[in-house]
């Protein structure tokens, strides 16, 4: 397939067929994932293939917390979980609210799950010391793990990024013997798409792009005559 052809259609996948996916096809998008660019080349990830469908299970109690405070927040308007204005929304009350997150089932029952961690002690986070939230840590796992969705779209199969595990980290790390020093980066289900989407919605390059400061001209195609 053309490369921007995967770019522009690798959706994510929630839904999948019953058909497993063996530990050989497993092995080969790890193999070709683990070529992402990461800080420094200290490949600090770490992948947990989740077989046992019991160890699957308990992780739905601990993420339910972190969906509902989301639905709450997403209910009141706001833009969930974001660490730059302050919620209406008590979380404690929200998390108890139990708001259900359709489809969590199929997700831990997914034909394979895959669990990413990423050892902080090796990523260098250049915005450790900045008064906001860290994202250039992401920036050492994200790459891999989008990998492997790339190299599980080569496999014919699909899946989604999802990071809802990280709200319960603590008990996340409990529950699969993670060391503490490793943030739980994503968790990614995978199988053979139940549909196969070829529209995604995105904004427009000139929607996001500007010339030479953040509030500069639009960055127009020039194909649009500019
Ligand atoms: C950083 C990140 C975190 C995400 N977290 C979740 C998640 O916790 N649960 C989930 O169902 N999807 C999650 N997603 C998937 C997004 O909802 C999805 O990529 C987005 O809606 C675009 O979907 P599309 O490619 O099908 O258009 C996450 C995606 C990214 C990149």
Redesign the pocket.
């Known amino acids: 397939m053309d490369l921007y052809d995967v770019m522009r259609t690798t ?2 996948c ?1 839904d999948w067929t019953d058909e497993p996916v063996s530990h050989e096809t497993v092995h080969r998008i790890l193999d070709n994932a683990r070529f992402a660019p990461n800080g420094g080349n200290r490949q600090g990830w770490h992948v947990i293939v989740l077989d046992d469908k019991e160890t699957r299970r308990r992780l739905i109690p601990l993420i339910e917390p972190t969906t509902s405070i989301y639905a709450a927040q997403t209910m009141a308007g706001e833009s969930p979980w974001n660490s730059i204005t302050p919620s209406s929304v008590d979380p404690a009350e929200a998390a108890a609210a139990g708001h259900s997150f359709p489809g969590l089932d199929k997700m831990v029952d997914a034909p394979v799950v895959l669990v990413i961690t990423v050892d902080l002690s090796l990523v260098a986070s250049f915005d450790k010391e900045l008064d906001r939230v860290g994202v250039i840590s992401g920036a050492s796992i994200y790459p891999f793990v989008w990998n492997i969705l790339l190299s599980a779209r080569n496999e014919g199969l699909g899946g ?5 595990l990280a709200g319960q980290e603590p008990e996340v790390q409990k529950v699969l013997g993670i060391p503490s020093h490793h943030a739980v980066a994503a968790m990614v289900p995978l199988g053979v798409p139940v549909k196969q ?1 070829t529209k ?2 995105r904004a427009e390059v000139s929607e996001f792009t500007t010339i030479d400061s953040f509030d500069g001209p639009t960055f127009e195609s020039p194909a649009s005559g500019e």
Request: aromatic residues 18%; charged residues 20%; positive net charge.
């Open positions: 959706f994510a929630r989604v990024l999802t990071t809802y989407l995604l919605r």
